[in-house]
């Protein structure tokens, strides 16, 4: 046979074989050996060459892509071009004793008051009570109220005080605000 005529077969041939090979590789989890024969087997390629052929997995296979950093980080989050923020400091608070005064029934004093700020999680009131040298603190966890935080009523027993007249100071203290009320004066019979 001439050369001229063999081209236009060996072409068909290789069309006929591309066209089959895409015809498998485009289905999606069929049996791929009912398109090739009733055998299950494809036939070998009658050029010699592998054909390409693309697998087509039933599970798609995770990406991966690039994470980009955010934008913003939190506040007081150093990074490696960002210095340090400060810490901030609280604001001052006034703080008002409600009553102080020696409890006969209780056998102890007690001094109750509250802090003009606005209810936050967390507030620490110390009642300090100071008679020359001698001085006295208790602390309580402050609680939210209305419009305040409130120290409640903080109860010093009797035998940590002697009797006389104590100055009694109540503070307030949490991330946001600090303050301490004026001083008030307790009669301990």
Same mark, same amino acid.
């Given at each position: &046979?001439?050369?001229?005529? *063999?081209?236009?077969?060996? *072409?068909?041939?290789?069309?006929? *074989? @591309?066209?089959?090979?895409?015809?498998?590789?485009?289905?999606?989890?069929?049996?791929?050996?009912?398109?090739?024969? $009733?055998?299950?087997?494809?036939?070998?390629? $009658?050029?010699?060459?592998?054909?390409?052929?693309?697998?087509?997995?039933?599970? #798609?296979?995770?990406?991966?892509?690039?994470?980009?950093?955010?934008?913003?980080?939190?506040?007081?989050?150093?990074?490696?071009?960002? $210095?340090?923020?400060?810490? !901030?400091?609280?604001?001052?608070?006034?703080?008002?004793?409600?009553?102080?005064? =020696?409890?006969?029934?209780?056998?102890? !004093?007690?001094?109750?008051?509250?802090?003009?700020?606005?209810?936050?999680?967390?507030?620490?009131?110390? @009642?300090?009570?100071?008679?020359?040298?001698?001085?006295?603190? !208790?602390?309580?966890?402050? @609680? #939210?109220?209305?419009?305040? &935080?409130?120290?409640?009523? /903080?109860? /010093? #027993?009797?035998?940590?005080?002697?009797?006389?007249? =104590?100055?009694?100071?109540?503070?307030?203290?949490?991330?946001?605000?600090?303050?301490?009320?004026?001083?008030?004066?307790?009669?301990? #019979?």
């Amino acid at each position: &046979m001439r050369p001229r005529l *063999l081209f236009p077969i060996i *072409l068909a041939v290789v069309a006929a *074989l @591309v066209a089959g090979g895409l015809i498998v590789a485009s289905r999606t989890g069929g049996d791929a050996g009912t398109e090739a024969g $009733a055998g299950g087997q494809e036939s070998p390629s $009658a050029t010699g060459s592998p054909l390409p052929s693309a697998t087509v997995s039933a599970t #798609p296979s995770p990406t991966s892509s690039p994470v980009t950093p955010p934008s913003e980080l939190p506040a007081g989050v150093p990074t490696s071009d960002q $210095a340090p923020t400060a810490p !901030v400091n609280p604001a001052a608070v006034e703080v008002s004793i409600t009553f102080a005064q =020696w409890s006969a029934s209780s056998g102890a !004093v007690e001094v109750a008051g509250f802090a003009a700020i606005a209810p936050e999680p967390a507030g620490t009131c110390t @009642v300090r009570l100071a008679r020359g040298a001698d001085e006295v603190v !208790v602390s309580t966890e402050a @609680v #939210p109220a209305a419009t305040t &935080m409130s120290c409640g009523t /903080v109860s /010093v #027993p009797g035998g940590k005080v002697a009797r006389g007249s =104590w100055t009694a100071t109540l503070t307030y203290e949490s991330a946001t605000g600090t303050g301490t009320s004026p001083q008030t004066t307790i009669e301990v #019979p």
